[in-house]
T-cell receptor, first 111, second 113 residues
Framework: GENVEQHPSTLSVQEGDSAVIKCTYSDSASNYFPWYKQELGKGPQLIIDIRSNVGEKKDQRIAVTLNKTAKHFSLHITETQPEDSAVYFCAATDSWGKFQFGAGTQVVVTP | DTAVSQTPKYLVTQMGNDKSIKCEQNLGHDTMYWYKQDSKKFLKIMFSYNNKELIINETVPNRFSPKSPDKAHLNLHINSLELGDSAVYFC????????????FGPGTRLTVT
């Protein structure tokens, strides 16, 4: 089955700096890679996703890159703000729609 | 106008009791899921239903039984609750099982004492 590893587990950044979270996956059949943001006491919310036929996708301050050959994908947040503080999860899913989540990254943006 | 809703939000109960968590989605999606998030924030899928049919059934104790009366509802019944069942349980839905995007509910924090 799929195995997703996520690094780092915690990430502290100064406001205005960039944050990068990296994930690797094991199943070459995985074709969909979402990123979720979970704020305290809330459910995970989809912030950006990428499919296996695309190498990069950007939405304002966030971007995701995918390297299918190396089986890794990354989330990039630029110009970080205090409201970006949360736990971020990557996931990989196969054609059956089954998600395997990474272990999460606690991002803390300090003013 | 909540997309995926769960009840209750908090559930505190004693070991050995039986409890249910309800989930409803008003997105018109065909597929619904139950996830368990442990104290270390790890999210793991438990079950998935597609149009009331069970399609994913991970290694979960038999004490957990999902039920989907219609495609907008997926409930989770837990028998003989144990301390290790304490966690946050999330319901999610997606348009269908192949299109990807899953939308999560707010979660139910279950505490077993």
């Amino acid at each position: 089955g799929e195995n997703v590893e996520q690094h780092p587990s915690t990430l502290s950044v100064q406001e205005g700096d960039s944050a990068v979270i990296k994930c690797t996956y094991s199943d070459s059949a995985s074709n969909y890679f979402p990123w979720y943001k979970q704020e305290l006491g809330k459910g995970p919310q989809l912030i950006i996703d990428i499919r296996s036929n695309v190498g990069e996708k950007k939405d304002q301050r966030i971007a995701v890159t995918l390297n299918k050959t190396a089986k890794h994908f990354s989330l990039h947040i630029t110009e970080t703000q205090p409201e970006d503080s949360a736990v971020y999860f990557c996931a990989a899913t196969d054609s059956w729609g089954k998600f395997q989540f990474g272990a999460g990254t606690q991002v803390v943006v300090t003013p | 106008d909540t997309a995926v809703s769960q009840t209750p939000k908090y559930l505190v109960t004693q070991m050995g009791n039986d409890k249910s968590i309800k989930c409803e989605q008003n997105l018109g999606h065909d597929t619904m899921y139950w996830y368990k998030q442990d104290s270390k924030k790890f999210l793991k899928i438990m079950f998935s239903y597609n149009n009331k049919e069970l399609i994913i059934n991970e290694t979960v104790p038999n004490r957990f039984s999902p039920k989907s009366p219609d495609k907008a509802h997926l409930n989770l019944h837990i028998n003989s609750l144990e301390l290790g069942d304490s966690a946050v349980y999330f319901c999610a839905s997606s348009q269908d099982r192949t299109l990807g995007e899953q939308y999560f509910g707010p979660g139910t924090r279950l505490t077993v004492t």
